[in-house]
C-alpha cells in the first residue's frame, strides 16, 4: 500500500503525527527544497496532504479552529481531492471547508490577510500548500489541504517569529533572540504568538489522532 506524502513547515507539525503510511517532509520555508524532495517521493505516494499549522484570513476564525481545503490558490489554482476532503471534514467535526491562499510569502499585514480573504474568497493562508499542489498535479496524485488555525486574522506575526524557521523545518532560536535584542518592544507579541502556536500543536496533535492513519486516504 501506497504511503501518503505531507507536506508540512515545521518539524514540530511533522512529530504530531501518526507515522503508520505516511511519509513527511517539512519544508522549512525552503520552497525550492520542500518541492525537490516531495518531487523524488512522489512516483511511489498514494497522494499528498498539506498539513500543520495556519493563518487565518477571516476575523470569525479563532486559535484551534480545524480548516479543510476544498481548493488553492495564490502560487497554483487547484482544486482539492472532493472525496478525500469530506473524509478528513468528516473525522474532525466542527471543521470549516474552504479556500486556501498560498504563494511562498510571509504575509506581514492584517490589511493583507483580511485582502487576501475577500479578495480570493479564502479562509487561510499557509508557505506549504502551493509547493505541495504544483507536485501533485505534476504527478497526477490527489491533492488535500488540512490545517489548523494558530494565528487569527486581525494578529500581525512579530519579526521574531517570522524569522524563526530554518530551512530543514526546526526553530531558530539565536535568529529569534537577535531580532528581540534589536527591538525589545516586540517581546509582549512574541509570548502571545508563541502561546498562539502551542495550542495550535496541541490541536494538531489530537486531530491527527482523529483523522487516523493514512491521512484518512479513501482508498
Known sequence: MLPILVATGFNREVQTLPTEGVIAVAGGGDAAALERNLSALAPNAAGIVSYGLTGALH???????????????????????????????????????????????????????????????ALAVDMESHVAARVAQAHGLPFVIVRIVSDEAGHLLPHAVTVCMKP????????????????????????????????????????????????????
Not at 62 to 75: A, E, N, T
Not at 170 to 180: G, I, N, R, V
Not at 184 to 196: C, E, G, H, I, S
Request: charge should be positive; include cysteine; hydrophobic fraction near 40%.
Open 59 to 121: 476575523d470569525d476564525l479563532k486559535i484551534g479552529d480545524w480548516i479543510v481545503g476544498s481548493r488553492i490558490c495564490g502560487g497554483i489554482d487547484l482544486e482539492c481531492d472532493r472525496v478525500w476532503s469530506e473524509a478528513l471534514a468528516a473525522r474532525l467535526p466542527g471543521a470549516r471547508i474552504g479556500g486556501f491562499f498560498a504563494d511562498g510569502r510571509m504575509i506581514d499585514t492584517v490589511a493583507e490577510k483580511r485582502d487576501l480573504g475577500r479578495c480570493h474568497t
Open 168 to 219: 530543514d523545518g526546526s526553530l531558530d532560536t539565536p535568529a529569534m533572540l537577535k531580532s528581540l535584542a534589536a527591538d525589545p518592544r516586540q517581546l509582549p507579541d512574541v509570548v502571545k504568538t508563541m502561546a498562539n502556536f502551542a495550542k495550535g500543536f496541541r490541536g494538531l496533535k489530537a486531530g491527527a489522532q482523529k483523522i487516523g492513519a493514512r491521512m484518512a486516504f479513501p482508498g
